[in-house]
């Protein structure tokens, strides 16, 4: 094992940015890469075993090129440079900078912020039917209805339709409150929090009236065809699979698809095949229908999450080891 060492550029303007309050993204950087770093005015020394610092060197590149084009640098944009320095993809983190797709209502920009994003966006662009599948805080639902929202204004598509499948997860509908609408509402509350923040409350409900955009549990749309309209289906792992073949025979000319699930959080009951899970078996021959998977690695809330979906997946997957050990030694 040899040490090496290597020294980096940093311009004053974007210290703070790149370094974080306290440095405390050089001392992540540190402890992730087993590298030592030292600060001496703008210039940075990056000291430890040759793979370690050229993956170092990499990660600060990337985060300096990310200031350079005025991105705020938070802990999730180090942690994802520093999953593709692993990954020997960390030059990709900058290009996912270019992909916009539009603003909130208040200017913030919604972009990709992961290489599996940009893939899922991608996807979307291409493809009339595509699938989005991925644990929770990986953007599948907020990226949709992004792309759903600037076509509608593009006018590539005439109305939006939202739809989730409306089934108790630990409450029963009847025990709820008020009419049949207000005890759905809270099952679709996600998605009127999407819309407000995308398009605003006033352009929401000004459309809402003219019919121009749905929300509506999953069982209205039975008996109707679909022209002209960006149609999302979100938890799509608590549809039945005749619920499912139902939806993705509504879809009629010049409309897109996007199909949302989490295949780790199903609500249906015990015994009760997810329409989600034997769609994807179906339909992963059809060349024109997208599959975009999302991972962990994807996960784009409080860094806390990521570790949480990827301990979760662990203790999973150690499960279903035990499993089969205990069945093999049955047989």
Known sequence: MSITETMIDIPAE???????????????????????????????????????????????????????????????????????????????????????????????????????????????????????????????????????????????????????????AGEKLGFLPGDLQSKIDPYLRPLYDALYEIMGADAYLRNMEKGLIEVAPLAYMRGRTLDNSFIVLDEAQNTTPAQMKMFLTRVGFGSKVIVTGDLSQKDLPAGQSSGLDVALKVIKNIDDIGISMLSSKDVVRHPLVQKIVKAYDEYEQRAQRASRLKKSKRS
């Open 14 to 168: 974007h210290t703070r940015n790149v370094f974080g309050q306290y440095d405390v993204y050089i001392k992540k950087i540190e402890r992730t890469l087993n590298v030592t770093v030292i600060v001496r005015d703008n210039v940075i020394k990056i000291i430890g075993e040759s793979g370690h610092v050229a993956k170092g060197k990499s990660v600060f590149l990337n985060l300096l090129e990310l200031s350079k084009r005025g991105e705020p640098i938070s802990e999730q944009s180090v942690d994802y440079a520093l999953s593709l320095s692993f990954d020997d993809k960390e030059s990709s983190i900058v290009t996912l900078n270019q992909d916009m797709i539009c603003h909130t209502v208040n200017g913030k920009p919604i972009k990709p912020k992961t290489l599996g994003q940009k893939a899922y966006v991608d996807q979307i662009r291409k493809k009339m039917i595509v699938f989005g599948i991925g644990p929770a805080g990986t953007g599948k639902t907020y990226l949709a209805m992004a792309m759903a929202i600037t076509a509608f204004k593009n006018n590539e598509v005439n109305r939006i339709i939202l739809t989730r499948p409306a089934i108790e």
